[in-house]
């Protein structure tokens, strides 16, 4: 049983996944997604929905960003510490990737993009694999909207403020607004479980790519 944790965005969300199937998806309030005993609470109420206890959890998946620093960094520490107390392995997933994850299903190509500060954008190219999961193409770079790579799909939550530049750039080219979703997260951490690529929880940091503006 893999329990993923997305506090990377505005809205955060837990998912639960067996055999690589999703089980159900919890959407967090606000105060769920900054403060950490909230977050606690808000497990074992996805968890006794399904008739579960965090004994029965195997491994956890979390989203390390580019995103929210405050979010991202009560996720990431709440999945460390349930890795390190229930000694089960603990998984990392690029924020970025999880939301290219969510159009898989269309496309084969998708640009995840997330606000950088200051009119930039972190952006990373993602490509669909023959098993329909979306792999990285290269490293997240910091960009400007009118400078990001052609691509098939752009995706990620500030494409409606960026949509005229994004468009206007490439003829055709699709602008999907898509939030990042724990549901995502728990496919690319299962997959990563099973190619063996389990983060040190002592040593895993945020992707922060650069400090914050704030």
Request: aromatic share 4%; proline share 4%; net charge negative.
């Amino acid at each position: 049983m893999l329990l993923a944790v997305e506090t990377s965005g505005m809205t955060g969300s837990l998912a639960l996944s067996a055999d690589g199937q999703l089980l159900s998806e919890r959407v967090l309030e606000s105060e769920g997604r900054r403060h950490a005993q909230t977050l606690v609470s808000e497990v074992g109420l996805l968890l006794s929905g399904q008739g579960l206890t965090v004994g029965d959890l195997s491994a956890v998946a979390v989203s390390i960003g580019p995103g929210s620093f405050t979010g991202w960094r009560v996720g990431l520490v709440f999945a460390k510490t349930l890795a390190w107390l229930r000694g089960i392995p603990l998984l990392s997933v690029n924020t970025l990737q999880a939301m290219a994850q969510q159009c898989a299903g269309q496309y084969g190509e998708v640009l995840g993009i997330s606000d950088a500060q200051r009119g930039e954008v972190f952006a990373a190219l993602c490509r669909r694999d023959a098993t329909g999961l979306m792999r990285m193409v290269d490293g997240v770079r910091v960009l400007s909207p009118g400078a990001l790579p052609n691509a098939e799909v752009v995706a990620g939550p500030v494409v409606e403020q960026h949509r005229i530049v994004l468009e206007g750039n490439f003829a055709g080219r699709t602008v999907l607004p898509v939030f990042p979703r724990a549901a995502a997260v728990a496919v690319l951490g299962a997959d990563q479980l099973l190619r063996g690529e389990v983060a040190n929880a002592e040593q895993l940091e945020p992707l922060y790519v650069r400090p914050s503006y704030a």
